[in-house]
């Protein structure tokens, strides 16, 4: 299985600030026949499904704030939030879908400082 | 628009079965690869199983394999999971997901429904 880990486990990032968001996964991601990084991130609200935010490592989904950006590639990715708002309080996940099973990183909970 | 509805969540004793469904509407269903994604009780995302579009291939998350059977009616638009056997620690939120095309992310979750495994 490859194994996800993100860090940190928490953080809290004041109204206006960067907020990022690191993923390490225990293999490579990238895919020699698409040449892509099969990862995805996702927010987590309380009370709600997990939405998608970011594909293929730093596509933005359709109508995902301009805000959130994903960048790496291989074993090392990152999600960030240029300029935190108060709806950004959530759970933010990242999985690889490059193999099955499929896992999750543990999640990374972000509030306002 | 794509909806995903989950039915079938309850309380069930451990050692029980019981059997979820996903009523999917918006999308060419029979096009598409299906999953079952679970959350425990303040926990993170766990990845369950997937049924490719034909419900020809199957794949199962170690915790669960020889326990759940994922499956398909293409002919209902609905997507299944038989849960045999449960513990405690299959108590969770099990969402359904659709993929957004063969071997990529998942693209649309439903609300979810809630399984608990409890005497």
């Known amino acids: 299985d490859i194994v996800m880990t993100q860090s940190p486990d928490s953080l809290a990032v004041s109204l206006g600030e960067r907020a990022t968001i690191n993923c390490k996964s225990g293999?490579?991601?990238?895919?020699?026949?698409?040449?892509?990084?099969?990862l995805a991130w996702f927010q987590q609200k309380p009370g709600q499904p997990p939405k998608l935010l970011i594909y293929?490592?730093?596509t933005r989904d359709s109508g995902v704030p301009d805000r959130f950006s994903g960048s790496g590639s291989g074993t090392d990715f990152t999600l960030s939030i240029s300029s935190l708002q108060a709806e950004d309080v959530a759970v933010y996940y990242c999985?690889?879908?490059?193999?099955?099973?499929?896992?999750f990183g543990q999640g990374t909970k972000v509030e306002i400082k | 628009q794509v909806q995903l509805v989950e039915s079938g969540g309850g309380v069930v004793q451990p050692g029980r079965s019981l059997r979820l469904s996903c009523a999917a509407s918006?999308?060419?269903?029979?096009?598409?690869?299906m999953h079952w994604v679970r959350q425990a009780p303040g926990k993170g995302l766990q990845w369950v199983a997937v049924?490719?579009?034909?419900?020809?291939?199957?794949y199962y998350a170690p915790s669960v394999w020889g326990r759940f059977t994922i499956s398909r009616d293409n002919s209902k638009n609905t997507l299944y999971l038989q849960m045999n056997s449960l513990t405690d620690e299959d108590t969770a939120v099990y969402y359904c997901?659709?993929?957004?095309?063969?071997?990529?992310?998942?693209?649309?979750w439903g609300q979810g429904t809630l399984v608990t495994v409890s005497s």
């Open positions: 293999q490579s991601l990238l895919k020699n026949s698409n040449n892509k990084n099969h």
């Open positions: 997901v659709k993929e957004k095309e063969h071997g990529s992310y998942h693209d649309y």
């Open positions: 999985q690889q879908y490059y193999d099955v099973p499929r896992t």
């Open positions: 049924v490719s579009n034909d419900d020809t291939r199957k």
């Open positions: 293929w490592a730093s």
């Open positions: 918006g999308f060419t269903f029979t096009d598409y690869a």
